[in-house]
């Protein structure tokens, strides 16, 4: 995203200055919502020049490769679904925890940094057309797992 | 040729990190007093080196060396210094002092919000980044020398 190292410090600002104590539920959802914005933003660029999506899988495609390369600079490792509207997207070595830790450490600390992606990837789901609730997950510190749920209209 | 030690202290003399590799003499004295010595011998050798200088240095103190050891020095800009003591074997290791600089300690502290800067580093993947690049360095191994 523009240049990798100055989202990057913005983004750790971020997170660290809206969640600071007692404020970690306001600031997630703060978070949360600048990543949806921005989600949209992206979403409606990025699919411009390109043809329509098929279904859903399609989407969550996009969402894998397109979306996660600007903004990563890789693409998702792992994309899973149960064919029913749940998907998992797993990342190995998510950008923005590979500097804190490779175990165990500060994983008390990590849902603030992965607030911001939550939004990201909804509100890029939402720019498309489908409403979702998405979840993050991380058990050992660089690989994070994405839980993308799609609300059935 | 051998690493003995490293020593991590940011611009106001705080010693951000320590690590030994193969040290055989203990200084005798707690670490936190080594470290003040340590540091007050560094600014007290700089001042030293710049005032003596009969021409306009651009690197200023770069390194001493006694009958047994090497102490190899690095000063950033921000006043972070690298201090590593190796043996009498070990030639100009500026490069390497500079990789421990931008690509550990501004990759795995500068960059990690949960570190604050000028405290001692609490960070476990720093010490590892660490560890494994000083031992994976060529003249770390004690046989070799």
Redesign the interface.
Same mark, same amino acid.
């Given at each position: 995203m523009a240049d990798s190292p100055l989202f990057q410090a913005l983004h750790m600002e971020m997170a660290h200055a809206l969640c600071g104590e007692g404020e970690q539920e306001k600031g997630l959802g703060a978070l949360e919502g600048v990543g949806f914005r921005v989600g949209q933003g992206l979403s409606e660029r990025l699919t411009k020049e390109m043809p329509s999506f098929k279904d859903e899988l399609d989407v969550l495609k996009f969402l894998c490769k397109d979306l996660w390369i600007t903004v990563f600079k890789k693409q998702v490792d792992n994309l899973r679904t149960n064919h029913q509207g749940t998907y998992m997207l797993q990342d190995n070595q998510f950008l923005l925890l590979s500097q804190l830790s490779n175990g165990k450490q500060y994983l008390e600390e990590a849902p603030k940094f992965l607030a911001f992606t939550c939004g990201l990837v909804k509100g890029a789901l939402s720019n498309l057309g489908f409403d979702s609730t998405v979840t993050a997950e991380v058990t050992v510190m660089p690989s994070s797992k994405f839980q993308v749920v799609i609300q059935k209209s | 040729m051998t690493v003995h030690n490293l020593y991590l202290f940011d611009r106001n003399g705080i010693c951000l990190h320590y690590g030994e590799w193969h040290r055989k003499k203990q200084a005798g004295i707690s670490m936190e007093e080594e470290f003040k010595l340590m540091y007050g011998m560094l600014f007290s050798m700089r001042s030293f080196v710049g005032k003596m200088s009969p021409v306009d240095m651009k690197d200023g103190f770069l390194a001493f060396q006694t009958s047994k050891y090497k102490l190899h020095y690095y000063e950033t800009p921000s006043g972070l210094k690298v201090v590593m003591n190796t043996d009498l074997g070990v030639g100009n290791i500026r490069d390497v002092l500079h990789q421990i600089y931008s690509n550990i300690y501004v *990759?795995?502290v500068v960059?990690?919000?949960?570190c604050s800067l000028s405290e001692p580093i609490q960070? *476990?993947?720093f010490r590892?980044k660490l560890d494994s690049f000083i031992r994976g360095l060529p003249f770390f191994s004690a046989r070799a020398g």
């Open positions: - | *990759e795995f960059k990690n919000p949960l960070s *476990e993947l590892a």
